[in-house]
């Protein structure tokens, strides 16, 4: 299953994200894959997302603390740009050739951050494309 996934999460991003350099793309992939893992087990804390717990399922060789690590270079990666990533995002998620779609804005706070998301509606769920802080 793992070596599947990883094969056709890495050929969409290829297809769809060619804007972005082939590290970061694969580091997508990586990171991609810890979060299906991740949503689809049975965790503690409390519903929350942690890095840590990305970093546990990581599918990359090396040791917790390396994994931990490598997720921690590749976000602060300065030449990660997420609206290339968002942009990508939004040629999977729209079909093609509509004109119309709404966007849902939402403001929230999560400790003392404030942050203005932008979504689209997406199989009856809100995908968010843009976030603001």
Same mark, same amino acid.
């Given at each position: 299953?793992?070596?599947g ?6 050929q969409?991003?290829?297809?769809r ?5 082939k ?5 997508? +992939?990586?990171l991609?894959? /810890?979060? *299906?893992?991740?949503?689809?087990a049975? $965790?503690?804390?409390q519903?929350? @997302?942690s890095l ?12 917790a603390?390396?994994r931990?690590k490598?997720?921690?270079r590749?976000?602060k ?5 997420f609206?290339? +990533?968002?942009?990508?995002? /939004?040629? *999977? ?5 509509? $004109?119309?779609?709404?966007v849902? @804005?939402d403001?929230t ?5 404030q942050?203005?998301l ?6 009856g769920r809100?995908l ?5 802080l």
């Open positions: 299953m793992n070596e996934l990883l094969k056709a999460i890495s969409l991003m290829d297809l994200f060619s804007g972005l350099r590290p970061i793309r694969k580091n997508l +992939v990586v991609t894959v /810890a979060f *299906i893992r991740v949503l689809s049975v $965790r503690s804390g519903g929350r @997302l840590a717990a990305l970093a546990r399922v990581l599918p990359t060789q090396g040791t603390h390396a931990e490598r997720l921690h590749f976000l990666n300065p030449r990660l740009d609206r290339t +990533v968002t942009g990508s995002l /939004a040629t *999977i998620v729209l079909p093609p050739g509509k $004109r119309f779609c709404p849902i @804005l403001q706070k999560s400790g003392s951050a942050a203005l932008a979504a689209v509606p997406y199989a809100a968010p494309l843009a976030c603001y």
